[in-house]
């Protein structure tokens, strides 16, 4: 099935520092999502963008909705130990409509 | 709120029987549910999506005779693995949504099929 182009495909950085991974689609999507996975358990939601341009927050954690609808960008300011894990974006089209993920974006944090 | 969760987290079987996961919406009602499969270190792969009250609707490639599906209520779909082998070992997510444009993961079933 189709995927998102994730990149890059994994980080290795010391605590404290700012992070930035990003999406990027040959099609536009009408919502973009972040999610945030660790070994064994499900997805879960970090952000979600709705409008072309938007940009949302949540704690350390900043992302974007791309002016063009194509892509996104999420940010992770002064990494710490537990932001470990892998990060994937997805794209939506529908409201409520499947997913498309990208691969996924491998973090690991040295403290 | 938006809570889904999944029964069994993890499910261990020999070659050829079926193996029924569950996935249950807990704090909201869902009239469609998602079914994805992740191989190891490798991304989500829809599989399936799951309407209530109507017949799931299968990706291309996923063989809807083999993984069938059941949304029987507002807040249950189950995935059943028929005649299950080694290759069909994979971790099962299921999804639903509370709300437009907001998807919420189940935690996921562990299947080994020996």
């Known amino acids: 099935g189709q995927q998102l182009n994730q990149s890059p495909q994994s980080m290795f950085i010391q605590e404290g520092e700012d992070v930035s991974m990003n999406c990027t689609s040959s099609?536009?999507?009408?919502?973009w999502l972040w999610y945030k996975q660790e070994p064994g358990e499900g997805p879960v939601l970090l952000i979600a963008l709705y409008k072309a341009g938007e940009l949302t927050s949540n704690g350390r954690l900043t992302a974007q909705f791309g002016i063009t609808r194509k892509d996104s960008f999420l940010n992770i300011s002064a990494s710490i130990p537990s932001d470990v894990g892998i990060y994937f974006c997805a794209g939506q089209r529908g409201s409520q409509g499947n997913l498309i993920f990208g691969k996924g974006t491998k973090l690991s944090v040295k403290p | 709120g938006a809570v889904v969760s999944q029964h069994p987290s993890w499910v261990i079987c020999k070659s050829g029987t079926s193996v029924k996961i569950e996935c249950r919406s807990l704090d909201f009602q869902a009239t469609t549910m998602f079914w994805y499969r992740q191989f190891p270190k490798q991304s989500l792969m829809l599989m399936a999506t799951?309407?209530?009250?109507?017949?799931?609707?299968?990706e291309q490639g996923v063989e809807k005779d083999k993984f069938l599906i059941n949304h029987a209520s507002l807040t249950l779909s189950t995935l059943t693995v028929t005649s299950a082998h080694p290759e069909d070992s994979s971790f099962y997510i299921c999804?639903?949504?509370?709300?437009?444009?907001?998807?919420?993961f189940g935690p996921g079933t562990r299947l080994t099929v020996l």
């Open positions: 799951s309407n209530e009250g109507s017949k799931a609707t299968y």
């Open positions: 999804s639903a949504c509370p709300m437009a444009n907001q998807q919420f």
């Open positions: 099609s536009i999507f009408n919502t």
